[in-house]
């Protein structure tokens, strides 16, 4: 094979060169209609597949052009796009200035689709894209919260408001039961791993979501749950620039509870000795006797002076958050770099909770005849503060208000009442460290070799190492050490290293003005390799070490370590035809190859195939006037699920103790888990129709998806009989179905009206899921809450019918058993008795809203501009924590003030105060309608006159004032959030829990974007 590999290497470059001696450069600047410079606007040739973004100044150049006439477009997101005929003199520049209009749709635009861009008019598959400067509208910690309700079928929601913590992400809903429903990320073109978090999202050029088979097939067995593409930004050719972007803002709780205070505590206590006949007193009057019966000493002495404390004020705090952005980009015809790094710094409104992030980013581009080369680089470190997480919560709103935050002398009590199960919130935060330190750094390395004209061969290669540690330090003054043990520290260390190799041939060749082809041919190799370990010690003998020096302590409490590895080899092919510029087919085909399968298994096919019709080009179309672009698109294909983990289809021993002769405790290795080499992907079948539209001079444009996916060889385990030894086994059975709408429609509402623009953006989408086949043919399995034809998941329970009411004791002890002030459920089968068989669905689960979408509004009059974006979510109903927990009414705790039951007080809405909590049926009071709409964003901006920043060499300065999330309309619900605050920490655990709800909050900022 060597004999024809250099010889032919040989001929490509003196090829290469001879054409580079008949080439030459285009040059110019884009603007808007109005006259202002456009920046990040998309130059292309596609004859040759050379494009260009422009700079700051609006200015571009196109290196090595073959000589001759060349057809040029230009376009930007928001703006109509512009084509040119330009005539190439070999050795010279050509000139070419564009002027592009506003518009709300371009399907001239150039978008990302997966190893190479393409004009979105040339798209047959479902992709949605979102720009830099609404990427940048909401500053959040993680990129993928700023497009949170701002791309239909893209629901985003976050784990808890905590500073840094994790998002989910479901595009189309969720289609496995047991498997990953995460989308693939790329960023410039390489699979990472991990999320967005590394990422900073003023870098960002634009976020390209590929959702239906034709748009993710490119990607193969990775592909089901959709793939978000990442865009960064790069350097262009021109003079130096520079650019600063900061803002700083305060937080405040967007939405305190209430809680009982001291005497309303007292009070339900009272109820709940009087419920269980312990509270002596006459009637049912107050006195000394009864009180002194249902308080502790220190507690019924603080309740006599006064004592009224809230924990929950006590562990809040004003947070603060600041983000800062340098960067400076430019070069010449064939050198083009951009350097950028950032600062996000956010404390937390709860306090021991905080996130810090400094992210670094490297763009070269240098072009030498046909060869191109990229280079780019990103590299963060964060650290986050996640203390005892949820849990602290759980001990400031369970806390007694008949506590004492803080003795006379100023000194924190451990604990503030005689209660043994609770201590002081503030010692417990302050003596739970947690701190998660990662480093991340990935790059991407390409090269490009225009062969001709038409084609060229792109080999690319994008490493990523990450490094991760996670550590916990438990203080002596913490419930878990009951105040007196001695401190104990845990860490955790991942480190993750992976690389993906893709070279691939790219053909974009036009056949006179009728047709046009672009086709792709590659072969990838990814790997991935992740170690784990984890240590852990008791009896530190002192607290500053944390958990740095773990062998002082009496000994490893937790030793555990990790190894897994596995490695994908792919194939695939694309070819887009495209005719008259009115019809385009698009085929698709991947094969992809997996370590973690058993023979025979390893390989799988995963096809799609897109057609499309730009009807809008026919000549009977040219009599609707109003009709500006009309395109018609449907794909249908299969892709994958890379859901089986290393070593999945092996057997696995698992370590057992048993007693052995004389020896009471004796380590062995028994089976674990039965093999099974049968072990596949899972795979989609993807069906998706759509239409693109623009009317009224592209004042109003818009896109309408219908889709509907079939999932099939779910992994679910079967269960198997005992004598087997295994109680089941991991297998590929039952199937699930989403099927869904899809709607967006953005106007231009005022252009220029006394100097007035506003531009709105709508977005609405509703997915459907259910269950079509479970293990074995059965219809159900109530024990894991599955059901054929249901949601994968569901609310099901009783159905709260208020309360039983005195006038109904007699109907309550037959149906029940139960008494007045007790809660009542619904007999839905109307036999008289309640039991089990009256369970019910209750709405819709919070992972399938019924609808969610967004709506965001622009305006500028002058130098000034406004911008409001509301986002909602309707449709569904949580189990709320904050009900099951804080209004348990159990009379221990304190909790939330509610309206509860009383003789004299006939509530409908919570029960009466017992020692039982809410009883046999509070599971059925928990479910509320989370419902919400959300004020996202209110920004005003003003820009400094041009005439002012000339004076100091600057050439733009925008400075603006952001409340960000200061709204939430949720009518149904109680607590903080319908999104996440509805989840509450697990009070029997001791150690930190993050992620899991927590108050949310509204933020204030003041920023300003410069460059010069």
């Known amino acids: 094979m060597r004999c024809w590999i250099l010889p032919l290497a040989a001929c490509l470059l003196f090829a290469g060169s001879a054409r580079a001696q008949s080439t030459g450069q285009i040059s110019g600047t884009v603007t808007e209609a109005e006259g202002g410079p456009v920046a990040g606007a998309t130059v292309a040739i596609p004859a040759i597949n050379r494009t260009v973004v422009t700079n700051e100044r609006g200015r571009y150049t196109l290196n090595a052009v073959p000589a001759g006439s060349q057809t040029v477009t230009a376009s930007r997101i928001g703006r109509t796009s512009q084509t040119r005929q330009v005539t190439v003199t070999a050795g010279q520049t050509a000139t070419a200035d564009f002027s592009l209009g506003a518009s709300t749709l371009v399907l001239d635009e150039v978008v990302a689709i997966g190893y190479g861009t393409a004009r979105r008019a040339d798209v047959t598959g479902s ?67 991990g999320d967005l978090r590394d990422i900073d999202q003023n870098s960002i050029e634009s976020i390209d979501v590929l959702k239906d088979a034709a748009a993710v097939a490119v990607y193969g067995s990775r592909g089901a749950n959709g793939v978000i593409l990442i865009t960064t930004k790069r350097g262009a050719a021109g003079p130096t620039r520079f650019s600063y972007s900061t803002s700083i803002g305060t937080s405040r709780i967007l939405s305190p509870v209430d809680l009982m205070n001291g005497e309303q505590f007292v009070e339900m206590r009272r109820e709940v000795a009087r419920a269980g006949g312990t509270y002596n007193c006459p009637g049912r009057t107050a006195c000394a006797a009864g009180d002194a019966a249902i308080l502790d000493p220190l507690s019924l002495q603080n309740y006599s002076a006064g004592v009224s404390t809230d924990w929950q004020n006590e562990i809040l705090r004003t947070g603060s958050l600041q983000s800062h952005e340098v960067s400076i980009s430019g070069g010449n015809a064939a050198t083009q770099f951009r350097v950028s790094g950032g600062l996000l710094d956010q404390t937390g409104i709860t306090m021991g909770q905080g996130f810090d992030a400094k ?139 992976s690389y993906t190799w893709s070279n691939y041939l790219q053909m974009n060749k036009a056949f006179g003005a009728a047709h046009r082809l672009q086709g792709t041919l590659l072969y990838e190799v990814a790997s991935v390799r992740a170690e784990f370990d984890s240590l852990g010690a008791n009896d530190l003998p002192y607290s500053q070490q944390l958990w740095h020096n773990l062998r002082t302590g009496s000994g490893a409490t937790v030793v555990n370590s990790n190894l897994s590895e596995f490695e994908l080899q792919s194939y695939m092919g694309r070819l887009n035809y495209t005719l008259n510029d009115r019809y385009t087919i698009t085929a698709t085909g991947r094969v992809d190859g997996s370590s973690v ?54 057997g696995q021993l698992s370590q057992q103790s048993y007693t052995f002769g004389t020896q009471l405790v004796v380590v062995g290795f028994a089976p674990g888990a039965i093999p099974n080499p049968d072990l596949k992907w899972e795979t989609t079948d993807k069906y998706n129709a759509g239409i693109d539209f623009a009317v009224f001079n592209n004042r109003v444009s818009g896109a309408l998806d219908v889709y509907r996916e079939n999932t099939h060889d779910l992994l679910l385990p079967r269960a198997l009989p005992y004598t087997s030894g295994y109680t089941s086994v991991l297998q590929n059975v039952g199937s699930t179905t989403n099927a869904g709408v899809e709607f967006n429609i953005s106007t231009v509402n005022l252009d220029g009206w006394k100097g007035l623009n506003w531009e709105s953006d709508f977005n609405i989408s509703t997915n459907r899921n259910r269950i079509t086949a479970l293990q074995s043919g059965s219809y159900f399995d109530v024990g894991s809450g599955r059901w054929v034809n249901a949601p994968i998941n569901v609310n099901f329970e009783y159905e ?45 689960h919070y992972n399938f809203p019924r609808y969610q979408g967004s709506f965001n509004n622009r305006f500028t009059l002058g130098a000034f501009d406004f ?10 109903h949580v189990s709320n924590g904050f009900i099951q927990a804080y209004s348990n009414l159990q009379g221990r705790f304190n909790g939330r003030e509610v309206d509860y039951w009383t ?66 309309y949720a009518p149904h619900f109680d607590g903080w959030d319908p999104e996440a605050g509805y989840s509450v920490g697990d009070g029997n655990q001791t150690f930190s829990q993050p992620d899991v709800g927590g108050p949310s909050f509204r933020t204030f900022f003041l920023g300003a974007d410069l460059s010069f």
């Open 867 to 876: 911008a409001v974006l509301a986002t909602a979510r309707v449709g569904y």
């Open 597 to 650: 399968l058993a023979e025979g298994n390893k390989y799988a096919f995963f096809p799609a195939v897109g057609v499309m019709w730009r009807a809008s080009q026919e000549p009977f179309f040219s009599r609707m006037g109003f009709l500006d672009d009309l395109k018609v698109r449907a794909s249908f294909g299969r892709v994958g699920n890379s859901a089986i983990g290393p070593y999945q289809t092996q």
């Open 359 to 497: 992210r670094g980013s490297v763009s070269l581009s240098h072009n030498y005849r046909r060869l191109s080369l990229q280079a780019t680089a990103q590299g963060s470190r964060t650290f986050r503060e996640i203390g005892v997480g949820a849990r602290l919560w759980d001990e400031a709103l369970f806390n007694s208000p008949l506590g004492r935050a803080r003795n006379d002398d100023g000194t924190l009590p451990f604990r503030p009442t005689g209660d043994d199960l609770r201590v002081n919130p503030i010692l417990e935060g302050e003596n739970n460290i947690r701190e998660l330190t990662r480093t991340n750094l990935l790059g991407t390395f390409s090269g490009t070799f225009q062969l001709t004209d038409w084609l060229s061969a792109v080999s690319s290669f994008g490493p990523q190492l990450s490094t991760e540690n996670d550590g916990s330090f438990v203080g002596t003054l913490t419930r878990r050490q009951s105040g007196t043990s001695l401190p104990a520290a845990f860490v955790d260390i991942e480190r993750r290293q």
């Open 800 to 844: 709260f019918d208020g309360i039983w009411q005195t006038e109904d004791a007699a109907q309550a002890t037959a149906m029940c058993g139960c008494k007045p002030g007790d809660i009542r459920v619904s007999d839905t089968n109307g036999d008289g008795v309640l039991n089990s068989d009256d369970r019910v669905f209750i709405g819709n």
């Open 903 to 968: 003789p004299e007080n006939p509530s409908n809405e919570n029960p009466r105060p017992n020692a039982g909590g809410r009883g046999t049926y509070g599971g059925a009071s928990y479910y509320q309608n989370a419902s919400h709409m959300r004020i996202r964003d209110i920004t005003l901006g003003y820009r400094l006159p041009e005439s002012l920043l000339g004076r100091v060499g600057g050439d733009r300065m925008r400075v603006y004032l952001k409340a960000q999330d200061p709204f939430l």
């Open 127 to 193: 992709v949605s894209s979102i720009r830099s400067e609404d990427i940048t509208q909401v500053v959040a910690a993680n990129p993928v919260d700023a497009i949170k309700g701002r791309i239909p079928g893209v629901d985003v929601t976050l784990n808890s408001p905590e500073p840094g913590a994790t998002a989910r992400i479901r595009i189309r809903g969720a289609r496995s039961i047991g498997a990953s429903n995460d989308p693939l990320f790329v960023v410039d073109g390489i699979p990472i791993q």
